[in-house]
């Protein structure tokens, strides 16, 4: 590996280890309908973004609920000297991104097949903290 490369890995790695996020992959849900509740909670402060997870009634909403929870707690492994309430996280980032579909065939009339593709997806969660500079 090159000296440039190497740095510019090294400055990749350090920029990582301060920023709280977590990741799902694989999750058994499509990409489409998952947007639909990242949608919801993009930008907000965790505390709204948990209550909305939690009253919101789609199958996709407790897994992104579940997510958000454990980039609370990557953040708190990261910061542990200081505290949620003072910190005021919101969801800086999130992204959802299509994974590898299962194929699967769905007999259709007279004799022939329609192929079935089971989707499913990998997100993202990127937490922020808001600089609250009162005057």
């Given at each position: ?106 007999p259709a009339p007279q004799g022939r ?23």
């Open positions: 590996m090159g000296v440039r490369k190497r740095n510019k890995a090294e400055e990749l790695k350090e920029a990582k280890m301060s920023v709280a996020f977590a990741k799902l992959n694989n999750c058994p849900t499509s990409p489409r309908k998952m947007r639909l509740v990242a949608d919801l909670v993009r930008g907000k402060d965790i505390e709204q973004a948990l209550q909305i997870l939690r009253f919101t009634t789609k199958e996709a909403a407790r897994r992104l609920e579940k997510l958000l929870l454990s980039a609370i707690a990557n953040w708190q492994n990261k910061n542990p000297e200081a505290s949620i309430e003072d910190a005021s996280l919101f969801i800086a980032e999130i992204k959802v991104d299509s994974a590898s579909a299962l194929k699967r065939l769905r097949a329609h192929r079935i593709r089971k989707r499913s997806n990998h997100v993202t969660i990127t937490l922020g903290e808001r600089n609250n500079t009162e005057s």
